[in-house]
Nanobody, 119 residues
Framework: QVQLVESGGGFVQPGGSLRLSCAASGFTFSTYTMRWFRQAPGKERELVASITSTSRSTSFADSVKGRFTISRDNAKNTVYLQMNSLKPEDTAVYYC????????????WGQGTQVTVSS
């Protein structure tokens, strides 16, 4: 059974940091592009960051550039999102997504982890 399990969310004050993890199983992790999305109440789901299968390339939404870093460890089947200098507008449910390099319509989603940035 394919699983993507996010962890590391929680409450943090503005300016603080969190590190999200997504543990994958049930598919060939090293052949998938990994992405982090987020969705805040009343807003559309937003692509936050992506990383290719061998970490050759990464990309970030303009709103998080310079503050967030995406990385992966293919030996551990895990992708990470390091979030620094957090702002209240970063508050959202963060989702892990895996997209096949061979079949772009084949993807998987985790259940999400809540990140709340507030004073």
């Amino acid at each position: 059974q394919v699983q993507l399990v996010e962890s590391g969310g929680g409450f943090v004050q503005p300016g603080g940091s969190l590190r999200l993890s997504c543990a994958a199983s049930g598919f060939t992790f090293s052949t998938y592009t990994m992405r982090w999305f987020r969705q805040a109440p009343g807003k559309e789901r937003e692509l936050v960051a992506s990383i290719t299968s061998t970490s050759r390339s990464t990309s970030f939404a303009d709103s998080v550039k310079g503050r967030f870093t995406i990385s992966r460890d293919n030996a551990k089947n895990t992708v990470y999102l390091q979030m620094n200098s957090l702002k209240p507008e970063d508050t959202a449910v963060y989702y892990c997504n895996a997209q096949s390099n061979f079949w772009t319509t084949l993807d998987y989603w985790g259940q999400g982890t809540q990140v709340t940035v507030s004073s």
